[in-house]
């Protein structure tokens, strides 16, 4: 029962006392664990965002978003010039409510070694997350592509933190190697805020400059994060040069008129192309309007898998859970951790022994 009065209540004590949602429950989780030797952890921040920590302790965030989609009607119109609105030729406003309670606080982060960030789009490049980072984390790198970097640097991120990658190249961070690879985001392509800029009839922008995916190469596995990447007949190549242990893909219904998120055959596909042992789908979680359930590809999986011999499986993550590999490899569904394991411990406390 609360103590305060109703006189006590402001909608920004309300606020203060309520977010964020989970308080720094995951963020003590996190500085908390001791990854197993010839483990890697990730904990599941929400939309693509992942934290990545190795068995030596080096932490790697990538694309946590702490931001929110539509909190209001306003007039019912998209903005001009949005990436949706040039990709299906639409003008009525995209319910795109963000659908996830934040499960870190941002402004708790501790212990970070690099923020990477896949592309530009703002549920991945983030203004709190990189202004947490350079403040909690002095030591800490921001890897991205050219226009991420472009973007962080004018958020007031000092240059010589920031470090611009191209598909092929590594970054070292303590025991974790970053590898860049191409992205295959074509709603990136049709990304330009500016509504003078007209792309019809123009050569497409650089993909390499706006996004990468990127393999994270650990002492437990190597993790193969696809961003936003739409489905590629590249993932083929990557599975060819790469040994993949864990890829992440961007699953989500696309609503009609539109192609951004890996669908359920897709997400399959790309698990097959890369050769990777486990396939995590994300993305599917945060947004209203492109919510998916990831049981379509366990069924899918499970009707597939001996037709095509598959040598991989899915898992089906929650947001704020946590990913050991490989000692959870096979493990398909995640379940929170239930509680209640020390029972019986003490008296319980009952009018009579049966009473429950
Ligand atoms: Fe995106
Ligand atoms: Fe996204």
Request: hydrophobic residues 40%.
């Amino acid at each position: 029962m609360s103590d305060l009065k109703v006189t006590d209540v402001s909608k920004e004590n309300w606020m203060n006392s309520v977010f964020p949602e989970w308080g720094t429950w995951l963020n003590e989780e996190i500085s908390e664990a001791v990854v197993p030797e010839g483990n890697v952890r990730m904990w599941w921040l929400g939309c693509t965002g992942i934290w990545i920590k190795s068995e030596a302790s080096t932490n790697i965030l990538c694309d946590l978003w702490t931001g929110t989609g539509k909190r209001s009607h306003g007039a019912g119109k998209m903005k001009k010039g949005h990436q949706m609105m040039r990709m299906s030729g639409v003008e009525e406003l995209q319910p795109n409510l963000r659908v996830q309670p934040f499960v870190i606080d941002p402004f708790e982060i501790k212990d970070v070694d690099a923020l990477v960030v896949t592309h530009i789009h703002s549920d991945h490049l983030d203004v709190n997350t990189a202004a947490c980072v350079h403040n909690n984390c002095p030591e800490a790198k921001f890897i991205g592509p050219q226009q991420v970097v472009d973007t962080w640097i004018e958020w007031g991120i000092p240059a010589e933190k920031t470090i611009v990658v191209h598909p092929e190249d590594e970054v070292a961070v303590k025991d974790i190697t970053i590898k860049a690879l191409e992205a295959f985001d074509r709603t990136c392509l049709v990304t330009c805020p500016d509504p003078e800029v007209v792309l019809k009839g123009k050569v497409p922008m650089d993909m390499d400059e706006m996004a990468v995916n990127y393999l994270f190469q650990t002492t437990g596995g190597n993790i193969y994060h696809a961003g936003d990447s739409h489905y590629s007949n590249r993932f083929a190549k990557h599975g060819n040069e790469y040994d993949i242990d864990v890829a992440l893909g961007a699953f989500g219904e696309n609503p009609r008129g539109i192609t951004d998120k890996l669908t359920s055959v897709d997400i399959l596909r790309m698990a097959e192309s890369l050769n990777t042992k486990v396939v995590i789908p994300v993305h599917h979680d945060i947004w209203a309007n492109f919510m998916a359930d990831p049981n379509e590809i366990v069924i899918l999986w499970e009707f597939k898998k001996a037709r095509l011999n598959y040598q991989f499986n899915p898992f089906i993550w929650q947001v704020g859970g946590s990913f050991t590999y490989p000692q959870d490899k096979g493990v398909i569904h995640y379940h929170h951790y239930r509680g209640f394991r020390d029972a019986f411990s003490v008296d319980n406390d009952t009018p009579f022994p049966s009473f429950l």
